[in-house]
């Protein structure tokens, strides 16, 4: 179990906690979205059920294969965000099913870069166009 928050949600929490928090005070962050493993997969796989037909199977959950937990596995990652909510006022602005199509949406529709992370071609982009 795992809370989810949306990346442009948590950058403005930082944000939040750096121009309204108290010094030396810590304040979680969550997203009030706690989701298993298994759900976030299922979501993904019915999302693009939704935009995409598989191609080999009748649905993409047919596809999930469970492994054996790590060792130590924790079960569970608890968030208690009430102190952010009360004293800065932190709210997401998204919902996780929010959040979640945008993301998706976007690896969607850059398809070239997850691919080029993928089969390590980024790294040629990355040698001749970055340099310190």
């Known amino acids: 179990m795992r809370d989810w928050l949306f990346v442009e949600d948590h950058a403005a929490a930082l ?3 750096l121009t309204r928090g108290r010094v030396g005070e810590s304040y979680n962050v ?3 979205a ?3 493993n298994v759900q976030v997969v299922e979501q993904i796989c019915d999302i693009l059920d939704a935009r995409t037909a598989p191609r080999t199977v009748a649905r993409r959950r047919d596809l999930i294969r ?9 079960r569970r990652y608890a968030i208690d965000e009430t102190k952010a909510r009360a004293e800065l006022g932190y709210a997401p602005a998204r919902t996780f099913d929010q959040g ?4 998706l949406g976007w690896y969607l529709a850059n398809e070239g870069w997850w691919r080029a992370v993928i089969d390590g071609s980024y790294r040629d982009w990355v040698a001749t166009n970055y340099t310190r």
Request: net charge negative; charged share 30%; hydrophobic share 30%.
């Open 15 to 17: 944000i939040t906690i």
């Open 34 to 36: 706690e989701r298993t």
């Open 66 to 74: 469970f492994v054996a937990d790590r060792p130590g596995h924790d």
């Open 100 to 103: 979640f199509a945008e993301t």
């Open 30 to 32: 969550g997203g009030e």
